[in-house]
């Protein structure tokens, strides 16, 4: 598992996160929108699972650990997110 | 509000006093090409933060301003008084935007309009037929004129994107290419990773990923459907770039650029560096000749401050850092030279740059930085001010509990016997209150600010004022470094602005009268700052036509200020003072700027809120000058609002131990004055409305009598009182005029509902 949720709720994102992962990431915000995701230690971001973070709203614990990523999306997310 | 957007308000402000700043000098000291780079550069940088949190309108107006400032930098067009009349009032807007932006998240709902309206204004002084800036990169770029302009999401994307673009453009861009990738909607299921594909594009300068239709509530959305648009700016050319999206040329539109379509972000960065250069060298010239040994810390911490902002606005905080390290050390170490060497080598780094353009780090060959074990950073930390006045409220609180013990210690010498106790316990108490008083002045330090931030309104002010009024008036401000409470300053800024607004209005004669009078045509207004004692002063000067005290004398008959035998009484000097009194105003007619008969006598009260006094020289012909004469910090006292027949009495609480209701049988006749027995000691009864001449009501010989039990200078009584109905925490005013002689008041304060509250001085009246 690369996505799990840790003992204190909070949704973690670990190493290479491929495709597959969003739809689990998607259930466990389904289930708890207000959960917390920390990308820190993901190492790789599948285009899917970036997808569900935006379209989610949530803002990610940055910086995200997929260099590449936390370069050139993070700024962006932030100013996405809803509800500001 | 996000982290994001605070921080856009708080910028923002700063940009457009900066902008504010800028444009004044540009019209005051004259058109260098410097002074017009500075100005581009504040509006070009508030377009950008503008852009970053997303407020179009804002944008499309700050744009036109700054394709505006653009021709006047390429001298298509030269600065004329409109051209900053205009520009000032773009500000403005942009200004009462940010504040709706701050209180609702949002530009109104004409914000719209308004920004174009404003954009269309400035656009008009732009030569005929000359195309906005950004417009002329768009054509530019397009590859041998077959496109007439760039498509919408290009110069939105560079638009956008530029200040990101700017610190990454390499020296010399070959090609760029802009990019548009729409995964098809299944791209997941075809095994796409279509950010793997944008990873792959060398060169990125700038990256953008956005829904192309807004996301459905997250219960409602498809995991595995591709609703994103991918958008990039590369310094890679078009074949290049081709190549990686070969396998979905559907989903794909590149475009080529010109890399002339950059060349401004380019020039930017150079030019930016130019700056910063020249900010540095000028502190370190300061540096250099600053032999002031008075302040010292002002003067290092000034360049240190300076030279970092400027950094940092330029995108080196590492540079920045360093350089206030350095600052921070030359501090400790008392030396100048520690913050100029930091200088030296921010400079050598910025320099080297300009051939690498990316700065990641500086470590000068033999730089003292590099040898000198790191300090930690003197930063300057951004605290909320509610947080600042809880940590004063809690150490107040402190020194309460602290007198407390002091009085622990009393007792347990006296009631215990344990002088051994009572001796250590005051020795702790000793300790403590060394300690608590330390704590206080360092927690009243942080509130300390410079009064420039107050200062930096004037010259615009004056500028609309005297222009309004067609006079000719330079502004001076003085000891803007001057530092005092922050309420104080911030309380400044009223009585600043009538005191300034007279002045242009009435004091300063106009350009005629002057010169028949044999002045300079161009009057000159001065305001000053400076610290003398405890005292914070400031003065503002005018080289106007005096106030005539005749004319006053008339004024003050015809409004029935005073009787006409006391007022023929006053000397000429006492008579000035009348233009404080409510209701005065000497200008002939009620004028737009001030004049309403309020002007002065709003910042005599707003002046004397704070603890202050104003007094006013002024001599025919010569000029006035209004000296404000303020305390440093808001000296805070706690204390207990007690009411003895139906009169309100403040006392401070350092002085209360204790309030207690005693039974009458409880009371007995000490030698010829009543008291009772409080923890084994006598303690006299004081009657309060004897002690203040005021008749004393009758009480039921049953009912329990309450007292405030006071102990100041070593000795100890009990004030009857009727009842307790607060405790506060005032400002006190000194007692002024007649009544500064009175005895037995430490002073007065306002209540809530405005009535004034006579606060005790105990240690006068304790019989």
């Known amino acids: 598992m690369t996505v799990r949720r840790s003992n204190d709720g909070t949704l973690v994102l ?71 | 509000m996000s982290a994001l957007q605070e921080q856009f308000v708080s910028e923002a402000r700063e940009l457009i006093r900066q902008a504010a700043d800028d444009l004044i000098a540009l019209e005051r000291a004259g058109a260098s090409p410097e002074r017009i780079d500075r100005v581009f550069r504040s509006f070009h940088t508030l377009k950008g933060s503008a852009g970053v949190v997303e407020l179009p309108a804002m944008s ?52 719209g309009e308004e920004g174009r309206a404003m954009a269309d204004r400035l656009r008009s002084f732009l030569p005929a037929g000359q195309e906005p800036q950004t417009k002329l990169h768009t054509q530019n770029s397009a590859p041998g004129g077959s496109e007439a302009a760039l498509p919408e999401w290009v110069s939105h994307l560079l638009e956008d994107e530029r200040d990101a673009m700017a610190s990454r453009m390499p020296t010399h861009p070959l090609a760029a290419s802009a990019i548009c990738y729409e995964p098809i909607a299944g791209c997941f299921y075809n095994g796409d990773d279509p950010l793997q594909l944008m990873r792959q594009v060398p060169n990125l300068l700038a990256f953008r990923v956005e829904p192309r239709e807004p996301f459905p509530p997250v219960p409602d959305l498809d995991p595995y459907a591709c609703n994103l648009r991918l958008l990039a700016i590369s310094a890679a050319d078009r074949d290049e770039i081709a190549g990686i999206f070969r396998l979905v040329p559907d989903q794909v539109r590149i475009t080529n650029l010109s890399p002339n379509a950059l060349p401004t972000t380019l020039a930017l960065a150079n030019n930016n560096r130019t700056l910063i250069e020249a900010v540095i060298e000028a502190q370190c010239e300061l540096l250099r000749v600053s032999n002031r040994k008075d302040d ?47 200088l030296q080598q921010a400079l050598v780094a910025l320099r080297n740059a300009r051939s690498t353009v990316i700065v990641d780090d500086i470590n000068g060959p033999g730089g003292t930085a590099a040898n000198t074990p790191e300090r930690p950073a003197d930063r300057v930390l951004r605290v909320s001010e509610t947080r600042i006045d809880a940590l004063v409220n809690l150490v107040g609180e402190l020194v309460v509990a602290k007198n407390a013990l002091a009085h622990s210690a009393k007792r347990v010498d006296q009631a215990l016997g344990g002088q051994e106790i009572a001796g250590s316990i005051q020795r702790d108490y000793d300790a403590i209150d060394r300690l608590v008083i330390e704590l206080h002045s360092t927690i009243l330090q942080l509130r300390m600010m410079p009064v420039a931030q107050v200062f930096r309104s004037f010259p615009r002010l004056v500028r609309d004022v005297s222009q309004q009024l067609d006079k000719n008036v330079a502004l001076m401000t003085r000891g803007g470094t001057t530092e005092a409470d922050k309420t104080i300053v911030d309380r400044l800024f009223e009585p600043l602005v009538h005191l300034v607004r007279n002045a242009v209005d009435h004091g300063i004669e106009s350009s005629e009268q002057r010169r028949l009078a044999g002045k300079p045509e161009t009057a000159t207004i001065s305001i000053e700052a400076f610290r003398l004692g405890d005292r914070f002063l400031v003065e503002v000067t005018d080289d106007g036509r005096g106030i005539d005290p005749a004319v006053v004398r008339r004024k003050a008959s015809e409004k029935h200020l005073l009787p006409t035998d006391e007022l023929n009484a006053l000397t000429d000097e006492n008579v000035i003072d009348l233009v404080f009194d409510a209701g005065f105003s000497t200008a002939a007619e009620v004028s737009d700027i001030s004049g309403r008969g309020i002007g002065m006598d709003v910042v005599r009260t707003a002046v004397e809120q704070i603890g202050g006094r104003v007094s006013l020289e002024t001599k025919a012909g010569v000029g006035t000058a209004v000296r404000l004469d303020l305390p440093l910090t808001i000296a805070m006292s706690r204390i207990m609002v007690v009411e003895t027949s139906g009169q309100l009495f403040g006392i401070s609480m350092d002085a209360v131990s204790e309030t207690v209701r005693v039974a009458p049988d409880r009371i007995s006749q000490i030698k010829n004055n009543d008291g009772f027995v409080l923890h084994d000691r006598i303690v006299p009864i004081v009657s309060l409305a004897e002690l203040m001449k005021l008749p004393e009501q009758v009480k039921e010989a049953t009912a329990a009598r309450l007292f405030v039990v006071i102990e100041a200078a070593g000795r100890m009584a009990a004030f009857e009182i009727d009842a307790i109905r607060d405790r506060l925490d005032v400002v006190l005013k000194p007692m002024q005029g007649l009544l500064a002689g009175a005895r037995g008041y430490a002073g007065t304060t306002l209540l809530g509902n405005g009535q004034v509250l006579l606060v005790l001085d105990v240690k006068e009246i304790l019989p």
């Open chain 2, 296 to 342: 010292f810390a002002g003067c290092v911490g000034a360049a240190a401050r300076t030279a970092a902002n400027a950094l940092r606005h330029g995108d080196y905080p590492q540079l920045a850092d360093k350089v206030q390290r350095g600052g921070g050390m030359a501090l400790a170490q008392h030396d100048t030279g520690v913050l100029l060497a930091a």
């Open chain 1, 14 to 84: 670990e190493g290479v996160c491929p495709v597959e992962e969003a739809e689990p990431l998607l259930q466990m915000l389904q289930a708890t929108p207000a959960a917390v995701v920390d990308w820190t230690d993901c190492r790789k971001l599948h285009t899917a699972v970036l997808q569900v973070i935006l379209a989610s709203g949530t803002a990610p614990i940055g910086p995200c650990g997929d260099h590449w990523v936390a370069e050139w999306v993070t700024p962006k997310l932030l100013q996405t997110r809803p509800g500001d």
């Open chain 2, 60 to 111: 499309i107006m700050l744009h036109a301003a700054e394709d505006l400032l653009a021709s006047v930098k390429q001298a298509a067009v030269g600065v004329s008084a409109d051209i900053i009349d205009s520009s000032l009032a773009c500000l403005d807007q942009v200004s009462r935007w940010v504040d709706d932006f701050e209180a609702s998240g949002a530009l109104p709902a004409r914000a």
